[in-house]
């Protein structure tokens, strides 16, 4: 039963990886969100050779997706074909792409839901849901050699939730203002009734059985259905990471995702007890607290009973992680969060800076979707 | 009929001015703003109402209002009172036009040169197929069929602003649509400006006029539209972006250049253009680019259209007249959709022929264009010029129409597009 919505888990390459981006469509005019995807895809000469472009729920959103691959390089290369292919369609349809985790000042009636049956379906389901998702994350799969291993890695990577919500964090304006969050885009996912952590599960035969007694409860009917910060996918042979707003430039993107395979790596080498029944209860205060105050987040050690600073325990983990990304080619990504830890700048002050500059949320747009569409290659390709 | 319907009244305020010392003489005209009043109710009521009952675009009810009221049927707007409302049209289609001139964005078509081929295309082949049309098919002389041809080949920018606003459409065709109605209207301008010195030329060969006139329009229209938005940056800068201060700031200094430029005898629509062009060309620093025009624009718009419907010259109607004027929107109509299906950049054939279809209105511009050229030489200038403003006038009900449809049938009006899809 549970088989057939669910699929085989099909096995992948060990650390192998994968990332989609949700972009911002902008009108060149005023830099507000507009209805731009299906005319985009419509018109896109575009053989795939750097992975896929594809519909979001809404017509001002586009998805990009990598091509698996084995090494943060590989993804780095896909990532700047995509956005160079995408800035050269958009620029044909006087169309602007931005990063960002959330529109600063849109108005979410606005929006336009994309053609299909799916979109139409999640749009009769949610209502006005469907159009407040006009969110944008960052979703990194990690390849999994076996189905328990993904369970495994979905309950030993919750903990650092709020590391990637941290590190990642670019939507701290909504509907016009500065909502004093560093991350407010996880609010809008939180909405959802299948929204937040996978439950205490220890092996894909219980995920399976999990998932078997949502149907039966008609909660889920498939994978897709699982708004889970972190989840498996079984189609792809993957785990994958759900709640990070999507960077305002790709090398952000980049260096997150060798976050994620150097901690995988780092994990099922030195498999840390997880103590899941005890992170269920302290796991959304937090996220709340890494939404709200980013680095500078009090997270609470369920197993310690105390608080501890997630500026400090990210410090600790990225240099207990160093060895692995090293091992895996991708240490020189890693830099870029190291510094970030200690001078606090991530994209939710850039993005505050720009408004405290500019005095207006709509010069801030166009300075951010200046930013992404801003080129760093060098003959190895983009760098840090 | 106003005359007999007001006779008695008048008796009775002759018979009492004798005895009321403070009762003024009986008002011969009606007040400017009784009139603007009077103009925006009965248009208002009339787009609603068929906006409500038949789902027609309100600027068609606007302009049937128009005619309803006007000269050619009950009579109740007069030829008087169309001259006094003329300051409230230049002002609406001024404003109009200037929304036009900053959406006028060039760096599309560096970007895309394939959209550089298509409008070089609507504008040569619009121009050419109608004067063509005029001086072979319906007789006109060179300069007369040179004036028709640049009074009719754009797009109308205020009727597709106004439908594009009132559908809340977004997307490629909308925005195509909004880019050759500008750009054509660039180009019907440059060819206006040619055609006043051909006419000079032909009427009365004075060639110092001849000469002259282009210039004067050309640069007058120029300075004009510079002042104003040398103006309206100058002072915007230093209110904050978006206030409503900028906005008043805005209106004031177009209103300070429609007023100049009828102080000059400089075309009102030509100069709010040029306005436009310079306010987004000279905005480096983003001042006032993402500062929008009051939604009052809109009432303006009403009156715009109620006094154009009202200025339609279909007592001058004749079957002859009306069939010619068929056949230049027919062959307008053919110029504009096959410079589309020839190229039109990066969208789909069925798309483009929906812009094709997009760009069709004909209007405001159109018949103060004409206007302003039959008055140049008035024993002559009207009865040539019937052929533009009849096709205008036929096109002022279509053309909204068409418009709307394109929009419809692209699927980027609003609670059209996503559910349904609209056309691939």
Known sequence: ??????????????????????????????????????????????????????????????????????????????????????????????????????????????????????????????????????????????????????????????????????????????????????????????????????????????????????QACGIAEGIKDLYWDVRPKPEFGTVEIRVCDTPLAIEQAIALAALAQSLCRWLLRTRPPLHTAKQAHVARYNKFQACRYGLDAMLSDPVALCQVSLRESLARLLDDISEDARELGCLHWLSPLKQMVVDNAGDAAWLRAQFAQHGNLHDVVRAASERLMRQNNDSRGVTP | MIESLIAPLRAVWESLIERLLFLPPFPESIDALALFSLLLVTGLLMGEWLHAHARWPKVIGYVLAGILFGPSLLGWIGVETLAQARPIADAALGLLMMEVGRRLDLSWLRRNPELLRSTLADIGLSFALIFAFALWL??????????????????????????????????????????????????????????????????????????????WVVTGALLVGGLGSWLALRIARALPK??????????????????????????????????????????????????????????????????????????????????????????????????????????????????????QPLSATAVFMAYELASLYPEVGRSALTLPLFAAAMMELAGPALCRLALRRSGECENEAGERGGIA
């Open chain 1, 1 to 214: 039963m549970s088989g057939t919505a669910l699929g085989e888990f099909k096995d992948s390459a060990a650390l192998s990886l994968g990332v989609e981006l949700e972009l911002q469509l902008v009108s060149r005019r005023d830099y507000d969100l507009t209805r731009g995807a299906t005319d985009l895809l419509g018109s896109m000469d575009y053989d795939g050779r750097f992975g896929e472009i594809k519909l979001e729920i809404t017509e001002s959103m586009i998805e990009i997706s990598t091509q698996a691959q084995a090494s943060v390089d590989g993804i780095a290369a896909d990532l700047a074909g995509l956005r160079d292919t995408l800035h050269s369609h958009c620029a044909r349809n006087n169309i602007g792409v931005c990063g960002g985790g959330t529109h600063p000042f849109h108005h979410w009636p606005e929006r336009r839901i994309c053609p299909g049956d799916r979109f139409h379906g999640l749009y009769q389901r949610y209502g006005y849901l469907a159009k407040q998702f006009t969110v944008f994350g960052q979703h990194i799969h990690v390849g999994c050699t076996s189905a328990d291993e993904a369970i495994w890695l979905t309950q030993a990577l919750g903990v650092h939730v709020p590391a990637f919500i941290a590190l990642s964090a670019s939507s701290p304006f909504v509907d016009g203002v500065d909502s004093f969050y560093q991350s407010a885009r996880l609010n809008a996912v939180s909405a959802f009734p299948l929204s937040g952590q996978c439950p205490a599960l220890d092996s894909w035969q219980q995920f399976t059985e999990h998932f078997a007694f949502l």
């Open chain 2, 138 to 215: 319906v007789g006109l002389s060179p300069a007369w069929a040179a004036a028709t041809a640049a009074v009719t080949m754009a797009s109308a920018p205020a009727v597709v602003l106004l439908t594009v606003e009132e559908s809340r459409a977004q997307g490629q065709v909308t925005e195509r649509i909004i880019l050759h109605t500008a750009i054509s209207s660039a180009a019907s301008f440059v060819a206006f400006a040619f055609v006043l010195g051909v006419v000079h030329a032909e009427l009365s060969e004075d060639w110092l006029n001849a000469v002259v006139h282009p210039i």
């Open chain 2, 242 to 359: 978006r206030s409503l201060a900028q906005v008043f700031v805005l209106v004031a200094c177009a209103l300070l250049a429609v007023g100049i430029a009828r102080m000059l005898a400089v075309p009102v629509f030509l100069t709010l253009f040029l306005m436009g062009v310079l306010l987004a060309a000279f905005d480096r620093r983003q001042t006032l680019r993402y500062t929008e025009l009051p939604d009052g624009h809109w009432l303006l718009a009403i009156v715009l259209f109620v006094i154009v419907g009202a200025s339609l010259p279909w007592q001058e109607f004749t079957w002859l007249a009306g069939l010619q004027a068929l056949g230049l929107l027919l062959v307008r109509a053919a110029a504009k959709a096959a410079a589309l299906a020839w190229s039109g950049g990066s969208l789909p054939l069925p798309k483009r022929l929906l812009v094709g279809m997009g760009i």
